[in-house]
Nanobody, 124 residues
Framework: QVQLVESGGGLVQAGGSLRLSCTTS????????MGWFRRTPGKEREFVAT????????NYADSVKGRFTISRDNAENTLYLQMTSLKPEDTAIYYC?????????????????WGRGTQVTVSS
């Protein structure tokens, strides 16, 4: 059974940095694209970043481009999101997800498995 567990969330001051991790269970982690999404109260889950199965290509939401970096360590079945220059509007619950496919995707419908989320709060 595939399980995804996020960690690394917390409270940080605006302008600071935070690194999120997502550990996965189940076989063939390296065969699937992975993504990060976030959700704020009253809103739909929002795409943040995605990475192909081999880590060769990434894509980011315009709102985080240049500030966030998605990466993966297939040997350790782990996905990362390095967040820098954090802003109060980045405050959200962040979710990692595994895609149905090897290629990256920005739509939530392309993802089969989801973690339970980790809270990121950025103070001003």
């Amino acid at each position: 059974q595939v399980q995804l567990v996020e960690s690394g969330g917390g409270l940080v001051q605006a302008g600071g940095s935070l690194r999120l991790s997502c550990t996965t269970s189940g076989r063939a982690f390296s065969a699937y694209a992975m993504g990060w999404f976030r959700r704020t109260p009253g809103k739909e889950r929002e795409f943040v970043a995605t990475i192909t199965s081999n880590g060769g290509s990434t894509n980011y939401a315009d709102s985080v481009k240049g500030r966030f970096t998605i990466s993966r360590d297939n040997a350790e079945n782990t996905l990362y999101l390095q967040m820098t220059s954090l802003k109060p509007e980045d405050t959200a619950i962040y979710y990692c997800a595994r895609s149905y496919f090897s290629s990256s995707a920005i739509r939530s419908s392309a993802y089969q498995y989801w973690g339970r989320g980790t809270q990121v709060t950025v103070s001003s």
